[in-house]
């Protein structure tokens, strides 16, 4: 397992990526670019995040695990608890969150408070930069100074009004994207934590392991680890088989439930791959409306309620008249 630099000066640090034991840091250009110091912008940010209760990253260092697909379902399970929900689509180069929620024809809308989210329903609201461009084809090729920007324009120029939960999609990696969160929203208050997602291969959880050791160089709360793609259950007879089958490791444990136990922190459980998620995904639905029998639906619902509780949700929350 690859620890944090022991002399790391920290993300925040006028010396970050410049300081002689950053020499050989894959983060270090990274850290380089990324804002320093206190931000004139930070009363704005705080003033604007002050009504969200809850902020919760999905994470992985690996591309292709599922994050955006967890999100969407974690967005509607919440939703249809009656929580108000929004979801920061932060994958800048590949934003998929709008068509997986049906509204990729929708636009961002600019009013006297700032950005309007585009609302799903009533309990569940986005904002991503697939919305801002003007052919769904174009390529988003930002620099690593207009990522900062961007990200800051979603935390601090969308209005989002009172939410019980605000979730964040990101891209793989530990790139510019993630320390740019890291640093704004430990500026607004911070967030109650990270929930990283993997899939059963060893090639995954090589990555994954690195987004573990960001999250503790940075301060990020890990709430729990998602193996997702655990298992392939078929949409005919139910059964279920291994695609991506791990080699068990000390224990017997193997991908997800043995990259939790390494880092100490809690497995919240396995999501089998299903066709119909797949499908309820291009029609920007949610799988457990749709499908309410399949297997993959329990298991969201199990992570959804796992997280309910170590965020403790329903301490709190909004109450809007019926």
Request: with cysteine; glycine share 10%; aromatic share 4%.
């Amino acid at each position: 397992m690859s620890a944090v630099p022991e002399h790391c000066p920290g993300t925040e640090s006028q010396a970050a990526g410049h300081a002689s034991a950053c020499q050989g840091c894959p983060n270090q250009a990274v850290c380089q670019t990324a804002p320093k110091g206190p931000d004139p912008d930070l009363p704005a940010i705080q003033e604007r995040m002050a009504p969200i209760k809850h902020k919760l990253l999905v994470l992985s260092g690996k591309g292709g695990v599922g994050k955006s697909t967890l999100t969407k379902e974690l967005g509607f399970a919440f939703g249809a608890a009656q929580f108000q929900v929004g979801i920061v689509d932060a994958d800048l180069c590949g934003p998929s969150m709008p068509r997986l929620l049906g509204v990729a024809r929708e636009e961002v809308h600019q009013s006297n408070d700032g950005w309007e989210p585009v609302a799903v329903d009533e309990c569940l609201s986005i904002v991503s930069v697939g919305f801002l461009l003007q052919n769904p084809d174009d390529a988003v090729t930002f620099r690593g100074p207009q990522k900062n920007s961007m990200i800051k324009d979603f935390i601090k120029s969308v209005s989002w009004g009172p939410l019980d939960l605000l979730l964040v999609d990101t891209p793989p990696g530990t790139s510019d994207e993630h320390l740019s969160l890291a640093t704004l929203l430990k500026g607004a208050g911070g967030v109650d934590g990270a929930v990283v997602v993997t899939s059963p291969q060893d090639v995954a959880i090589a990555d994954v392991r690195k987004e573990l050791n960001f999250c503790r160089k940075a301060g990020i709360p890990v709430l729990g680890v998602v193996e997702n793609m655990s298992g392939f259950v078929c949409p005919n007879c139910s059964g279920e088989s291994d695609v991506f089958r791990a080699r068990p490791r000390d224990g017997g444990l193997r991908g997800g439930e043995r990259l939790a136990e390494e880092f100490g922190i809690p497995f919240l459980g396995r999501i089998p791959l299903d066709p119909r998620l797949m499908q309820s995904c291009e029609q920007g639905e949610s799988l457990a409306v749709q499908h309410p029998q399949s297997p993959a639906v329990a298991a969201v619902t199990s992570v959804a309620a796992q997280l309910r509780a170590a965020m403790r949700l329903d301490e709190g929350r909004l109450e809007f008249p019926e």
